[in-house]
């Protein structure tokens, strides 16, 4: 072969191995459209990330009404007790007859227990002779008050509690609109308490121990009158009773009137 044309040989071959070089970088550059579609990978990860915390946060503070509505709201309009009824023995006939409650119906008698409560007829007030259970079927109430168990004292403590219970569920049942309150039952004085191997303080204590249970702070509360009639010992006040059991009348105002700041203060009014 003559130098000339190797030399050309030689010439064609580099410049096509420099060719195929220049080839293999341009190829192994990353693209203008590869960059695109990376950022847009970021881009879309970026607005995901976005949209779940935009979604979180959507929901956190659609949780927040929900939480603040189980809190208990502050009532409207003026505290009134025309919307009450009073459910209860001798004590009650008590705050019937001298607390002067303009507005509240009574159903209650001497001798009332959860026991015979659904045998007795009574006469309320613009409505007539009626049981209970035809009371609670022709009108409906925004309070009831409930104050049983001294004349249930003697039978079985688990007994007596159920018979409560399921008196409360009832008047729940018939009157779901209506807010209810457990009374304490009036202590005794220390006299009666101490002599008395029946009604006695300690399983007057027990009963409405129990019965306090019942109460939620929502639909049901409960009240507790010895805190107003005890003497320093937990017992009834002996000055402010003739029986050993039941509180002069000029007291019962008294007592009406705290039971209507108690309700003002546990429905929010004040």
């Known amino acids: 072969m003559k130098k000339s044309n190797f030399i050309t040989l030689a010439i064609f071959v580099i410049l096509i191995i420099g060719a195929v070089i220049v080839i293999i970088a341009n190829h192994s550059k990353p693209k203008d459209g590869d960059k695109i579609n990376s950022l847009s990978d970021e881009t879309v990860s970026s607005q995901q990330n976005d949209r779940v915390s935009s979604q979180q946060q959507e929901n956190s503070e659609a949780e927040s009404p929900q939480s603040s509505a189980e809190e ?10 025309s919307d009450a009824l009073m459910i209860g023995d001798s004590r009650t006939v008590g705050i019937s007859e001298y607390a002067q409650m303009d507005g509240v119906d009574f159903f ?11 045998d007795k007829k009574i006469s309320v007030s ?21 104050m049983l168990g001294i004349n249930e004292i003697g039978y079985k403590l688990d007994t007596i509690v ?6 409360t569920k ?46 939620n702070n929502q639909t049901i ?23 050993n059991t039941h509180i002069y009348a000029k007291y019962y105002r008294e007592w009406a009137e705290w039971i209507v700041n108690q309700s003002k203060q546990l429905l929010g009014y004040e």
Not at 127 to 140: A, W
Not at 184 to 205: F, G, I, M, P
């Open 170 to 215: 009832t008047i729940q049942q018939k009157q779901p609109d209506a807010i209810i309150f457990i009374e304490a039952n009036l202590h005794v004085t220390k006299k009666r308490s101490d002599s008395d191997k029946v009604v006695n303080n300690e399983a007057l204590n027990k009963f409405n121990t129990a019965i306090s249970e019942l109460a």
């Open 108 to 118: 209650c008698d001497v001798g009332m227990s959860s026991y015979n409560i659904d």
């Open 221 to 243: 509360f409960y009240l507790d009158i010895n805190t107003v009639f005890d003497d320093a010992t937990g017992n009834l006040d002996a000055e402010k009773t003739r029986d």
């Open 126 to 146: 613009s409505v007539g002779s009626v049981t209970l259970n035809e009371l609670l079927e022709k009108k409906q109430y925004g309070k009831i008050y409930i």
């Open 72 to 81: 208990p709201s502050v009532p409207k309009g003026e505290f009134t007790m």
């Open 162 to 167: 159920k018979r409560f219970t399921d008196l």
